[in-house]
């Protein structure tokens, strides 16, 4: 048998750079690790992928969902990838047949990693596996949600309302609240979504920047209730996550934004990590720093509802991190929330002289009252913040659940069946 009639020909599984918004949601949802990341572009490794597909649906803009016809032996790297602008075109039967590809003869394959990790595998077998419990679904009763109607080659234009610094001065961590204006221009939105801002100017490269994803901040009906407009949560980005000195472009874009300023958005983005309304349900929300944006969205309605008496809600319970009380979102007007609306606990991990403590501390403490709402098919829980958070999240619930004699294995698939456990981290 001759070289060609050996060729095994792949349908490889590429991501599309230029529709792209790195939202993570890709990387954070595939079961087996076949996704990476680098500043520039979100990339699939191809002797891992073995195309289950588990990372299609949950894309907001359809750039995952890209294949092409490959010899094996030429599959596109990682490092290749990496450096794109935009997808290359499929090979022709002339190229094809160059690289001495006989497409008669050929042994075709899924993806690569098809015969090392077989598509059966793909709910993962650790518990800790983020992919096995996050919902791709939305609560029953969550509202329609509308989506993509800006795309990242027709954005819409929004004008600054407001930019206000949200966290005390002095403090290492900068974060602004940022309203942006849609005018007359059609925008709806729910809490939970988020939207892409395009920063002006050019890369390294000399290409445009790339759109940056931000959670949305504010209710259905605006930061201004009754008014087109939005807001956003945004750190001002000076250094990665290993300390080292950077300048975040659409950060820093944004946080110097000044009022009247005009800014070029994609989206609406996100049909899954939205907020159920029937009344009866509970909504546990878990965040670090500004994965407080979705949740200040729907606490603010269920708030605003509750002030015009048309909604009996379920409870609210918030376990929120940040390093310090000073470098908090919101902590004034998270404070002056009734009590008996929302059930607040805060954890600082970099406070002098007291010891660290993290969200998921919180949760092992305030676990009695904590196992009663996960128990309860009305509870709805949302994680939103650094990836990092994202295990030590899911072990407090297991052991939470545990403790209380709940199975564990059989509540988490449900919660995910469900709806009704959401992450979101980055």
């Known amino acids: 048998m001759d070289m060609a009639t050996q060729t095994v020909i792949i349908k490889q599984h590429l991501i599309d750079p230029e529709i792209c918004i790195r939202c993570n949601t890709c990387e954070a949802t595939c079961p087996i690790g076949a996704i990476t990341h680098d500043d520039r572009n979100y990339v699939v490794k191809a002797d891992v992928c073995n195309g289950c597909m588990a990372c299609v649906p949950p894309c907001p803009t359809g750039a995952i ?58 709910a993962g077998d650790s518990p800790l596996n983020a992919a096995a419990y ?41 974060t602004h609240h940022i309203v942006l204006d849609f ?63 950077v300048r975040g472009i659409a950060s820093n874009y944004l946080c110097d934004l000044k009022v009247g300023d005009t800014v070029q958005v994609i ?61 908090l979102p919101y902590f004034g007007p998270l404070m002056k929330l009734p009590k008996d609306f929302i059930d ?24 009695a009252d904590l196992a009663g709402l996960l ?5 709805y829980v949302y994680v939103c913040g650094l990836k990092s958070m994202e295990e030590g999240v899911l072990l407090a619930l297991r052991e939470v659940a545990l403790q209380a004699g709940l199975p564990w294995e059989t509540l988490g698939a449900t919660f995910k069946r469900e709806g009704r456990l959401h992450l979101e981290t980055y």
């Open 267 to 327: 989206g609406p983005f996100g049909t899954s990590f939205l907020m159920p309304n029937h009344p009866r349900s509970n909504i546990v929300m878990v965040c670090t720093g500004t994965g407080s944006a979705p949740m200040r969205a729907m606490t603010e309605w269920r708030r605003r509802l509750r002030a015009g008496g048309k909604f009996e809600g379920g409870k609210l319970m918030l376990f929120f991190g940040a390093r310090t009380q000073q470098e």
């Open 183 to 245: 005018g007359a221009m059609p925008f709806p939105v729910l809490e939970g979504q988020s939207i892409a801002i395009v920063p002006p100017g050019a890369d390294a490269h000399g290409k445009p920047h790339h759109a940056r994803q931000y959670s949305i901040a504010s209710p259905r009906n605006g930061e201004r209730a009754g008014y087109n407009n939005v807001s956003l949560t945004v750190k001002r980005v000076t250094a990665d996550h290993q300390g080292r000195p």
């Open 65 to 122: 969902d890209n294949w092409r016809q490959m010899p094996k032996a030429l599959a596109y790297s990682i490092e290749a990838q990496l450096g794109w602008d935009e997808l290359p075109p499929e090979l022709s039967d002339d190229q094809l047949a160059a690289a001495g590809v006989d497409m008669a003869q050929a042994e075709v394959s899924l993806a690569p990693g098809a015969a090392a990790m077989p598509a059966s595998n793909t």
């Open 134 to 174: 996050g919902a791709t679904v939305p609560p029953w009763s969550a509202a329609h949600a509308y989506t993509n109607l800006y795309g990242p080659k027709s954005p819409t234009t929004a004008t600054v309302a407001g930019n206000f610094k949200v966290n005390e001065a002095g403090t290492e961590n900068e």
């Open 344 to 367: 607040v606990n805060l954890a600082f991990s970099r406070t002098p002289g007291s010891p660290k403590r993290y969200v998921q501390d919180l949760m092992r403490e305030r676990a």
């Open 375 to 379: 128990a309860s098919p009305d509870t």
